[in-house]
């Protein structure tokens, strides 16, 4: 379901291969409507839509008494030559396509289309019929009669042509070259009436498009994601630097980045584009931070996918919404795309409740994966790589898959070193962290991090003016670490990494 074909390119050679019924699917109504006008030539074109009925699709001009039920029309149409060498966009049926609520109305309508269609694959008749909606419903019984096509945000060429488009009708000054590339860059990820919005406003508060409008625009299209609720942007604070340890994952990264950065040069010498990481192990070990620190080394923004938060909140519509969010970050993309819990999207793979739909998000994911050619990173991470089924661990979908252990001594040394000179630069010199280091076996980075954070405070409130050795090492003598709360998971996931050979990090 993920690689759709597109609207753009497509929609012509559909309807001259006599393909019955084409889905658009698509929230840009207008958008579609050019792309179907452009199609139409010479042929009769008819429009059905909630408000009006039937209407001419190009003058919208009515074709009725304005009220005709779409069961109707489809009724008349089936029965008429009208249909002949003609299109019929259908809009807003909605609800007269959706079987989830099989009621008559949706039962007839799913009939008759059925016959126009068979008539069209018999070729008693030349006609297309074309359904344009934000959202998929198919019913059963057509979906072999429907091809879906989506229609892709705006490219490089369509933002130019609305920008340039937008001068005119506005009638504000020309803007340079590398300015209009810049804003073109800026828009990518976004529908068309948001492009014309967001130009809109800046001209509104400027009088002119002005570099100012650069910011304006970003701004205003994080959020725009934001509302999307699907993806989350990450504002990219974290480092290498902020990293204690995972050498391994580090190196690897920084080449991963150097061929990023360089992208059309790395592909003409040859170099494959950088898929993905998978990052899996022990909790509270660096993994996100790993994730975050990926955004500001690949200098891209950072998109957060919450697997959780997208199987949790929208039981039914995982599917859509993941659907959704890879696009979104191809469109935004180059971008780090961070997938956290990955586990949680197929939990319910081979029994359980949703099974179903965790299978094809499963498969979704797996495809997009294997054939993705854009320039988002995928960084997964994963708590429990039990969880996750094996045909995802297998080479081809990541480019590599490390797994995180508990720090070892030479990690943790850095870990505190990291978290003390954050917090009390002035006190870390006097601090006999050979001590700590080997008072904290078992300790994860964020248990490591909390005792730091706790001794800090107690420093504070006791009004001792300075940390020392031992106020941490109070804090660890009251802490009980991680390898002691979860000895056994812990052990055990251990000896499935090794056993499968997974990088260490
Ligand atoms: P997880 O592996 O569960 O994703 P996180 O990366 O969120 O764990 O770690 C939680 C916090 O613990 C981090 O924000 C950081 O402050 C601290 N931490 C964990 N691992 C490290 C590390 N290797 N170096 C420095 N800090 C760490």
Same mark, same amino acid.
């Given at each position: 379901?993920?690689?759709?074909? @597109?609207?753009?390119?497509?929609?012509?050679?559909?309807?001259?291969?006599?393909?019955?019924?084409?889905?658009?699917?698509?929230?840009?109504?207008?958008?579609?409507?050019?792309?179907?006008?452009?199609?139409?030539?010479?042929?009769?074109?008819?429009?059905?839509?909630?408000?009006?009925?039937?209407?001419?699709?190009?003058?919208?001009?009515?074709?009725?008494?304005?009220?005709?039920? #779409? @069961?109707?029309?489809?009724?008349?149409?089936?029965?008429?030559?009208?249909?002949?060498?003609?299109?019929?966009?259908?809009?807003?049926?909605?609800?007269?396509?959706?079987?989830?609520?099989?009621?008559?109305? *949706? &039962?007839?309508?799913?009939? #008759?289309?059925?016959?126009?269609?068979?008539?069209?694959?018999?070729?008693?008749?030349?006609? @297309?019929?074309?359904?344009?909606?934000?959202?998929?419903?198919?019913?059963? !019984?057509?979906?072999?009669?429907?091809?879906?096509?989506?229609?892709?945000?705006? +490219?490089?060429?369509?933002?130019?042509?609305?920008?340039?488009?937008?001068?005119?009708?506005?009638?504000?000054?020309?803007?340079?070259?590398? =300015?209009?590339?810049?804003?073109?860059?800026?828009?990518?990820?976004?529908?068309?009436? &948001?492009?014309?919005?967001?130009?809109?406003?800046?001209?509104?508060?400027?009088?002119?498009?002005?570099?100012?409008?650069?910011?304006?625009?970003?701004?205003?299209?994080?959020?725009?994601?934001?509302?999307?609720?699907?993806? &989350?942007?990450?504002? %990219? /604070?974290?480092?290498?630097?902020?990293?204690?340890?995972?050498?391994?994952?580090?190196?690897?990264?920084?080449?991963?980045?150097?061929?990023?950065?360089?992208?059309?040069?790395?592909?003409?010498?040859?170099?494959?584009?950088?898929?993905?990481?998978?990052?899996?192990?022990?909790?509270? *070990?660096?993994?996100?931070? @790993?994730?975050?620190?990926?955004?500001? %080394?690949?200098?891209? !923004?950072? %998109?957060?996918?919450?697997?959780?938060?997208?199987?949790?909140?929208?039981?039914?519509?995982?599917? &859509?919404?993941?659907?959704?969010?890879?696009?979104?970050?191809?469109?935004?993309? !180059? *971008?780090? %795309?961070?997938?956290?819990? #990955?586990?949680?999207?197929?939990?319910?793979?081979?029994?359980?409740?949703?099974?179903?739909?965790?299978?094809?998000?499963?498969?979704?994911?797996?495809?997009?994966?294997?054939?993705?050619?854009?320039?988002? =990173?995928?960084?997964?991470?994963?708590? +429990?790589?039990? /969880?996750?089924?094996?045909?995802?661990?297998?080479?081809?979908?990541?480019?590599?898959? =490390?797994?995180? !252990?508990?720090?070892?001594?030479?990690?943790?040394?850095?870990? =505190?070193?990291?978290?003390?000179?954050?917090?009390?630069?002035?006190?870390?010199?006097?601090?006999?962290?050979?001590?700590?280091?080997?008072?904290?076996?078992?300790?994860?980075?964020?248990?490591?991090?909390?005792?730091?954070?706790?001794?800090?405070?107690?420093?504070?409130?006791?009004?001792?003016? /300075?940390?020392?050795?031992?106020?941490?090492?109070?804090?660890?003598?009251?802490?009980?670490?991680?390898?002691?709360?979860?000895?056994?998971? #812990?052990?055990?996931?251990?000896?499935?990494?090794?056993?499968? /050979?997974?990088?260490?990090?």
């Amino acid at each position: 379901m993920l690689h759709l074909p @597109t609207v753009q390119g497509n929609l012509a050679d559909y309807k001259d291969a006599g393909f019955p019924i084409l889905y658009i699917c698509t929230d840009e109504e207008d958008r579609a409507d050019r792309y179907i006008g452009s199609i139409v030539g010479r042929a009769k074109a008819y429009e059905w839509n909630g408000a009006n009925g039937v209407v001419d699709f190009k003058t919208k001009v009515s074709k009725g008494n304005g009220d005709e039920t #779409l @069961t109707a029309a489809l009724s008349r149409f089936k029965m008429s030559s009208e249909l002949n060498r003609a299109l019929l966009v259908i809009k807003d049926a909605d609800k007269q396509l959706d079987d989830h609520e099989w009621n008559g109305e *949706c &039962e007839k309508v799913t009939a #008759l289309l059925k016959e126009i269609a068979r008539n069209i694959r018999r070729g008693k008749s030349d006609a @297309t019929v074309i359904i344009v909606s934000s959202e998929i419903h198919i019913p059963k !019984p057509l979906e072999k009669l429907v091809t879906i096509l989506e229609l892709d945000l705006p +490219d490089a060429k369509e933002i130019r042509d609305i920008i340039n488009g937008f001068i005119q009708e506005t009638g504000i000054s020309e803007i340079p070259g590398k =300015f209009l590339d810049d804003m073109t860059i800026a828009f990518k990820g976004i529908t068309e009436s &948001e492009i014309k919005d967001l130009l809109g406003l800046s001209v509104s508060r400027d009088g002119e498009l002005t570099e100012k409008a650069l910011q304006l625009i970003l701004d205003q299209k994080q959020q725009l994601i934001l509302k999307a609720g699907i993806l &989350e942007m990450i504002p %990219l /604070k974290e480092s290498m630097a902020d990293i204690g340890g995972l050498e391994n994952l580090k190196d690897w990264l920084q080449k991963k980045a150097k061929v990023f950065k360089n992208m059309r040069a790395a592909e003409k010498f040859g170099v494959t584009m950088p898929k993905g990481v998978l990052i899996a192990g022990v909790p509270g *070990c660096g993994k996100s931070l @790993t994730a975050k620190a990926a955004g500001k %080394l690949f200098d891209v !923004p950072l %998109l957060r996918l919450d697997m959780g938060r997208l199987m949790g909140k929208y039981v039914g519509e995982s599917e &859509e919404n993941m659907r959704k969010a890879i696009r979104l970050a191809e469109a935004i993309s !180059p *971008c780090v %795309l961070w997938v956290d819990e #990955l586990e949680k999207a197929f939990a319910g793979i081979g029994g359980g409740g949703g099974a179903e739909v965790t299978t094809r998000l499963f498969g979704a994911f797996l495809t997009w994966m294997q054939e993705k050619k854009s320039a988002a =990173f995928v960084v997964a991470t994963a708590n +429990d790589i039990m /969880k996750l089924p094996p045909e995802l661990l297998r080479k081809g979908r990541f480019d590599e898959i =490390f797994y995180v !252990p508990l720090p070892a001594a030479d990690e943790r040394r850095k870990i =505190f070193e990291i978290h003390l000179n954050k917090r009390r630069r002035k006190d870390a010199a006097e601090i006999d962290i050979d001590e700590l280091v080997e008072k904290t076996e078992g300790y994860s980075g964020a248990d490591i991090e909390g005792v730091v954070g706790e001794s800090v405070e107690n420093v504070f409130v006791s009004e001792k003016g /300075k940390l020392t050795t031992d106020d941490i090492l109070d804090c660890i003598n009251n802490t009980h670490s991680l390898s002691e709360i979860m000895k056994e998971p #812990l052990e055990e996931m251990t000896k499935l990494y090794e056993e499968r /050979k997974f990088k260490k990090a």
